[in-house]
């Protein structure tokens, strides 16, 4: 081993060193205290902070835990009387040992220099002094000790756990020790249906980490009787360890139901798996939550959605608002061309006329119908305070919106609530070039999808989903036409009555107040749905990618703690989503995470 080189002018540092090293005491514990010497070791510090935890108990540190230059170091002295590895003063050459399972540190103070097995190391990359503590770097702990930590930025706080290793482990010839596999569970028995919680204690002697391969572990189990479970590690070098097998007892008495487990235990945004048994037994003939409806009729509703896709030029709907109204339009371009889209206001008054625009849900052309329909229903829900104003000199026609370029087989989706203070005639035309000559284009025939004039803006839906009045599952329908009506209107271009099929272009704003603790899934009951819900002021996408069926299952939509104030779903049908849904509203005990 390389010996190292002293200067005289580091002598009285080396032995304050010595003295320190040689006598301070690790805690406030009784008198001849001994070094843990085996088992598994536990430390907290804190940085910064004397007050440390060793195995449970509080100790008072000679020298705490600190960081400095981005690098956390921790006391050595202290770390290897509790690891039980030798941490000496060597007076004769003034330097530290440290003599760890697989290494022997050696720590020139003065010269700086430490050395590994031999191999030096600039001191700095390795240690630092600290009041004449010694300090070793965190990241050396698991190099080089064989500990395992964790760093709690918040609270500014190290775990460090170093397990001893077993003897008789080590093999010579391949320079390593086999990992050992072991772990244990929360409880000793488990009830049907009840989440298994399990404890690894799994480990590797020589601090490389392990791989960890389970047979048999299942998060819950529906029925009783005794289940062996395995775990098997393996250590980065390929080596593993022995199988360690433990049985988990379930006993005959039912905790949850395997229908009832997904709903209790996951959280919002998860899938669950259904079949179509589970479905017709379980929720298509839920009950229906009674509600108390209170239409809100403070707007005219313009639905431009046929033909929904056009193969020629021309206006697809045309009619007027005076007040507040709503400009709905659904279109896919049917055509081998790239056309333009808009919608022109006209003011046939002698007089000029304002309008505002108040709110907005706009999307730029999609080949993907539920994309658009979805998207752009997020854009109204955001509800971002949209403040526009166009006023319109008597007799004019101004283009109200246009939009990009609208390639073959894409579609666009918007909805737009304005307010008017007269008569404005809206035009919703596909052309090739936008222009007042728009309004002397032909007016496309009806193709039997939704169009026409409604006297609706939404729905306010009251229900009461307190503990004392919500019991038991139940079910909100959206879209059925029968517990929750379509609107009827007037098709000027047609001349008859209009049916606002699917409701599309409403709002639902549904209220409870105090709700009970629940959970809230959804059931796309009608076909391919998807679409955001505001719930409580935030929004969720349903679901977060692709669509959802019937044939997927249900999807967790939100779940109540029981100590809100109230419970408000804001919603509005996204074009391209199929109806009815059914909002199953399930109540939830203390058994809920």
Known sequence: MLQPRWSKRNKAAALILSAMLMTAPISHASAGETPITSGTSYVVFYLDNKEAFLNGQQVTLDSPAVARKGRTYVPAKFLGDAFGMKVEWQEKTRTVLMVTPTHEILLDTVNKQAWVNGLAYPFDDVAMLLNGRLMIKLTWLSDYMGATYTYNQELRRVDVIHVNKPEGNYNPDLNNSAPIAKFTLGKQTYRIGEPVKYINLSYDPDAEGVKLEWSGKEDVFFKAGTYPVTLVATDKMGHKSKPFTRDIVVTNEVYLSEAEYPIYTKPAGSYIATNWSTLYNNYFNLPDVPKKVTEDKSRTLLMSDSPETFRELGILYQDSINGKGRLYADHLNGTDKT??????ATNKSDKPVTIRTTNKGEVYPSIYAHLIGSEAMVDYLMDDSVEETMTIPAGSTFVYKQFPDF?????????????????????FAAADKVSNAILDMPKLPFTGHIRG????????WGLDLTANAFKKPMKLVIGDGKTDAFQKGFDPQRG????????????????SDKPRKMAIMILAKGGPFKGPFKINGEMVKVPASGVLTAFDGMIML?????????????????????FPINLIFYPLDDRAQ
């Open 407 to 427: 390639y073959p087989g894409s579609g666009v989706n918007l909805m737009y609530d304005v307010e008017t203070d007269g008569e404005v005639q809206f035009t």
């Open 496 to 511: 008859t009555e209009a049916v606002l099929s699917g409701n599309y272009g409403t709002v639902y704003k549904i209220h």
């Open 453 to 460: 004039t409604f006297q609706i803006a939404g729905f306010d």
């Open 558 to 578: 939100h779940k109540t703690t029981g100590k809100e104030a109230s419970l408000d779903i804001e919603f509005s049908p996204p074009a391209g989503s199929a």
């Open 339 to 344: 056309v333009s889209f808009a919608i022109m």
